[in-house]
């Protein structure tokens, strides 16, 4: 018995102490470091820095900056969520079909996109989202529709992100999904099928709760994802038109590493830390029910 | 034997030269991290026993690294600094004072540009040397500004406003300026600030964003966007200035070359002109400084390489190595400069140029700056609101 644990430490203990080192003495640190007024001051000189208590804390709440990061990214969360829920379902089921000629290419077109830098794709969608000279626009035209300006109109440019979002989220969550299916015992299909089911029915009360592990799975993962929105909008529009498309970790960003204010960016990371805690354990309790 | 004595011999000479030798580090961003090894190949036939290690880092990893470097006391001798980081890193106490070099030295504060010089002084002391300088100026379409009355580039604010008005009536699709209007755009912006004659803050540090200069300023800048004179969409650049849609954009040196790369038929359709009139016509300038760092073992050595990269024919050298443009004014005398007629409008700008105050807070004074700019050109509050907003934010930011 003693061996063997032994053996488990030899094996499990080098990724355990980089886990310490890089996460968990860091999530640590960070709380510490929200209850201080650490600056680009006491970055040399630690003694610069107070215990400031909950002061970080107060400011936050009456920060209409935070607020507005805060309304952004949950904005994102509820449009990007549901859509890319149903498309990555909708997806893995048509890949799913036996007579899905191409599965593979499909596949590797899908999860293409999440396996590519995002900086390159962003540099290729900013353009898409040109107004003057971009696709998007271009195919709008098509139709006689005459596109807004992406990404400089303060009311369209969370949509031209959330719409990036979906895309780069969508191959992963797809191939996840695909996986669920492919689990599910195809008895449960021929057993349906000798009661009369009819496709849809059989969608609806075979596939739909075999999948609701993967589901689960899913939508949790999407929450704690979304609720991290950084690249996208850091690369597409830096947070702008008008704080627009500010989300909470690009708001952290900016205090944190740009202003140097690491005291209130930690603030920020705790209250984002306990938002997604909570809305995890909450999406999880649901499931339960 | 014999070879075997002769080998320890030569390894022996060559320890005890190397030994001897001083080790001058430096750090450079960029093109310039390039190009520097040649200046320093130079510098070391000067100064034989003397070897220079140049350390590139780029641009993006820059102000990282240097505060890592900071915090963990790894630097070099001398490091290549960005005007708008001078503050920053300069208020945490990273860099040696100069004062006591200059006093024996042939470099003055009269060597170089007021406003070049503006950008290494804090508090009364001096923290860098300029090394070159970036000063924006009006680049503009001779060919479609004359389409519309203009022989020459828009003087005054009045002029742009009315050259803008007719570039606009060209027809849809047609703008006349170029400006930022989202992200951080405190370098674009202030200028209209200085020309109008206001400022951010006084000699006693009190905030003077309200004054009326500085709410015309706003309403000057944002007026461009509100009558659709200047594009908010974003299109590009070069396309847009090669098209002839938008001929108008304000930029430094660096286009220059840029634009003749990348949109070789318009060659001999533009120029660049003095930015427009108010009270004054101040620019903005910006650039790279030398500075030592305070923990460098060598500071004599880096103060040495300091004054031969600030030596008149050394900043020409560089200026035909990367078309940085030199921050001593005497160089500006030798005829590649003073013969070419769009380096004449550079030097004439460099006379009336202003950097943004030395505080280590500029950044988050810029962003909050753009923000309540930014919120006057989509018209959510008018320039006088956004003024009185953006007083109560810049006051908060520096009294903490």
Redesign the interface.
């Known amino acids: 018995m003693k061996t063997s644990k032994f053996w488990v430490f030899v094996f499990v203990g080098p990724s355990l102490f980089l886990l310490l080192i890089f996460s968990i003495v860091p999530i640590f640190a960070s709380f510490l470091l929200s209850l201080t007024n650490f600056n680009v001051y006491a970055l040399v000189d630690w003694s610069r820095a107070r215990f400031i208590g909950l002061e970080n804390f107060r400011d936050l709440f009456h920060d209409e900056l935070f607020w507005k990061a805060f309304l952004n990214t949950f904005y994102c969360l509820s449009i990007a969520l549901p859509v890319t829920t149903v498309l990555a379902l909708l997806n893995a089921v048509l890949l799913n079909r036996k007579d899905t000629r191409m599965k593979n290419l499909f596949k590797v077109c899908f999860f293409l996109p999440f396996v590519t830098n995002t900086v390159a794709i962003a540099i290729v969608w900013s353009w898409i989202f040109n107004p003057r000279y971009g696709l998007m626009n271009w195919v709008l035209g098509l139709f006689g529709i005459r596109g807004p300006q992406w990404l400089s109109d303060p009311k369209w440019a969370m949509l031209a992100i959330i719409v990036f979002v979906v895309w780069r989220g969508l191959g992963y969550n797809t191939l996840l999904f695909l996986a669920g299916l492919q689990n599910i015992p195809q008895e449960l299909y021929e057993a349906a099928e000798l009661d009369g089911a009819n496709a849809w029915q059989k969608f609806l009360y075979v596939t739909l709760p075999m999948l609701r592990p993967t589901t689960v799975f899913v939508t949790t993962m999407m929450i704690i994802g979304y609720l991290q929105l950084f690249e996208e909008p850091y690369m597409l529009t830096q947070g702008g038109p008008m704080n627009a498309t500010l989300s909470i970790v690009l708001y952290l960003y900016r205090q944190g590493f740009k202003f140097f204010k690491l005291g209130y960016a930690s603030s920020i990371a705790v209250v984002l830390f306990l938002l997604i805690i909570s809305l995890t354990v909450l999406r999880l309790k649901l499931s339960r029910e | 034997m014999r070879k075997l004595m002769i080998f320890l011999y030569l390894f022996l000479f060559a320890l005890v030269a190397l030994s001897q030798q001083r080790v001058l580090q430096i750090w450079a961003m960029g093109e310039e991290a390039k190009k520097l090894n040649v200046m320093a190949e130079k510098f070391v036939q000067e100064n034989p026993n003397v070897r220079v290690e140049i350390q590139a880092i780029p641009w993006s990893a820059a102000y ?1 690294k240097l ?1 890592t470097g ?2 963990g006391g790894q630097l070099p001798d001398l490091a290549q600094m960005g005007t708008t980081w001078m503050a ?1 890193f300069g ?4 860099f040696e004072e100069l004062t006591p070099y200059l006093a024996k030295s042939f470099i003055k504060k009269e060597t170089f540009f007021d406003g070049s010089w503006q950008t290494v002084t804090m508090n009364g002391g001096v923290y860098g040397i300029p090394w070159y300088v970036d000063v924006r100026v009006m680049f503009y379409r001779t060919d479609i500004l004359k389409e519309v009355g203009y022989e020459r580039a828009p003087q005054t604010w009045d002029e742009l406003y009315d050259v803008a008005k007719k570039l606009k009536a060209r027809g849809e699709g047609y703008y006349a300026l170029s400006l930022l ?4 755009f405190g370098n674009e912006f202030m200028p209209f600030v200085w020309q109008a004659g206001g400022k951010i803050l006084d000699e006693k540090g009190n905030v003077r964003v309200t004054d009326p200069e500085f709410v015309e300023a706003i309403t000057f800048y944002a007026r461009f966007f509100w009558e659709g004179l200047a594009p ?5 650049l070069f ?1 847009d200035f090669a098209k002839g849609t938008v001929p108008i954009f304000f930029s430094g040196p660096w286009m220059v070359r840029m634009i003749d790369e990348q949109t070789p038929e318009v060659k001999g359709k533009w120029s660049v002109a003095l930015m427009p009139k108010k009270v004054k016509r101040t620019s903005f300038v910006g650039g790279c400084n030398w500075v030592i760092f305070k923990n460098s073992k060598n500071k004599d050595l880096a103060w040495k390489f300091i004054e031969f990269m600030t030596r008149p024919e050394n900043q020409i050298e560089w200026y035909r190595l990367v078309s940085n443009l030199p921050a001593v004014v005497e160089a500006w005398n030798f005829p590649e400069l003073a013969n070419d007629p769009m380096m004449k409008v550079f030097r004439a700008q460099l006379e009336d140029a202003m950097s943004p105050p030395n505080v ?2 500029w ?2 004074i810029a ?1 909050a700056i753009s ?1 309540r700019v ?2 006057v050109i ?1 018209k ?1 509050r008018t320039p006088q609101e956004a003024a009185n907003m953006l007083k109560r934010d810049i006051e908060k930011i520096v009294r ?1």
Do not use: M, S, Y
């Not at chain 2, 209007?181 to 951080?184: A, Y």
């Not at chain 2, 908010?232 to 590009?236: D, F, L, R, S």
């Open positions: 990282d505060l900071i915090a920053p208020a945490i106490g990273a209007f989202t992200g951080v908010t969409a974003g299109g590009n396309q280590p807070q950044e988050e962003t923000r930014e919120e989509f959510r903490k």
